[in-house]
Structure formats: C-alpha cells, structure tokens
C-alpha cells in the first residue's frame, strides 16, 4: 500500500509538472503580442506618399537674408526637411557653383541681373534619376517675382516633364508669384497646388510652419 501511495505521489508530481511546462510556451507566445507595433511603423512609412516614391528638391540661401537677419539655415531648406521628414522622401539641394554673396543687398542685386539676363548659372552635384520617383517636391524662394535661376539650370538637365511637381516657396510678401505657372510651362510637368509661406514663419516659428506643410501635404492628397 505504501509503495502505491508513493506512486501516486510521483505520478500527481509528473503531471503538476508537465502542467506547468505547458503554461511557458502560452507566456511566451503571449510575450510576443507586442510584435504588431513593431510593424505599424513601417506600414506607415509605406503609406506616407500613398505608396509613391518621392523626391525633395530644393534651393535654398543662408546667410543675411530679409527680416530674418544672419542665418545658418536657409528658410526653404527648414520645409524641405519638414516634407521629407513627414513623407520619407529623399532630398536634393539645388546648389550653384559659385555661392551667392553673404550680404543680403549683393545677393539679391546678383539675382535680379541674372533673371534680367535670363541666365543659367552652373550648378553642381550628380543630377538625381528622376524616373525613379512618381512625386518631385520643389522648393525655392522668390526671387524678384521668380524662381532664383539655378532652378532654371536644373530644369534644362533633368526632364520633368509627364511628372508630378508639389512646389512649396519662402517669400516676404509677394506671395508664390505665379511660379507655379512658370514651373509647368518650363517643365510640362503636372503641378498640384502649391505651398507658400513666409520665410520669417519658417525660421522664427516652425511650430506653426510645420502644421502648416502637414495640412498642405493633405491638401494636395498625400497621405501620412
């Protein structure tokens, strides 16, 4: 009788045991429910541009600039970051081989005798393969009612054309100056409504500056 009980005892030990091994997978697969927020993300940077690849390109000067004073960073290069941040783009810097002047009064007199004189001042860097991308973000300044001509440069060297173009400018009162238009006519591109915003807004307060590129990057229907 003895020798059963013992028994008894040895086999209610075995299942006790078994009993809890079987509870250690259920905690581990359990542990593993946080998997799908490690996902999430990554859905979600898929989705930014509903899919689309996207490229930002910009020009953009530092320097002594109007109403905002000596600057390291130039006000459209601060959306430029905003908008490849918000969409996962990749970026381009549109940038001349001679650099415009640091003063603010020799820069701007430069820029309008090369808008007078319809110029096309060199540009460097490897030009990016356009056709890898189905949205092309465009950022620049106006400058003197137009777009600052090394942007023109770019347009000559890359093909736009058939393409979808999301401009966004800085200005300091003049508005996006119809540049819109003039990126389409020069590109063939097609051009969505465009983002313009005063380069004081960027630079001073881009906690404002950037609801105001999120809710433009709804506006034109890109999906964050």
């Not at 689309?52 to 320097?63: E, G, T």
């Not at 381009?92 to 002047?101: Q, R, V």
């Not at 890898?132 to 400058?143: H, R, S």
């Not at 009612?145 to 966004?168: I, N, Q, R, S, W």
Request: with cysteine.
């Amino acid at each position: 009788m003895k020798k059963w009980f013992t028994m008894m005892a040895l086999a209610l030990c075995a299942l006790t045991l078994t009993a809890c091994g079987g509870g250690a997978p259920a905690k581990s697969s359990g542990s593993s429910a946080p998997a799908p927020k490690t996902e999430t993300p990554a859905k979600k940077d898929e989705a930014k541009t509903d899919g689309k690849r996207a490229l930002v390109v910009y020009f953009s000067r530092a320097d002594e600039n109007y109403n905002v004073g000596y600057i390291e960073k130039g006000n459209t290069r601060i959306l430029a970051e905003m908008i490849a941040e918000a969409t996962g783009a990749d970026t381009f810097e549109i940038k001349p081989a001679k650099p415009y002047p640091k003063e603010y009064t020799p820069a701007t007199e430069l820029a309008k005798k090369e808008k007078n004189e319809n110029a096309r001042p060199e540009i460097v860097g490897t030009m990016p393969d356009v056709s890898k991308y189905d949205v092309i973000f465009l950022g620049y300044p106006i400058w003197w009612g137009d777009l600052p001509m090394p942007c023109y440069t770019f347009f000559d060297k890359v093909k736009l054309e058939g393409k979808t173009v999301a401009p966004f400018c800085t200005h300091e009162g003049s508005g996006l100056s119809g540049t819109d238009r003039y990126i389409a006519d020069t590109t063939k591109a097609k051009v969505t409504g465009a983002l313009e915003m005063k380069g004081t807004t960027a630079q001073k307060n881009q906690g404002e500056a950037k609801k105001e590129v999120l809710a433009w990057l709804k506006k034109i229907g890109i999906d964050l």
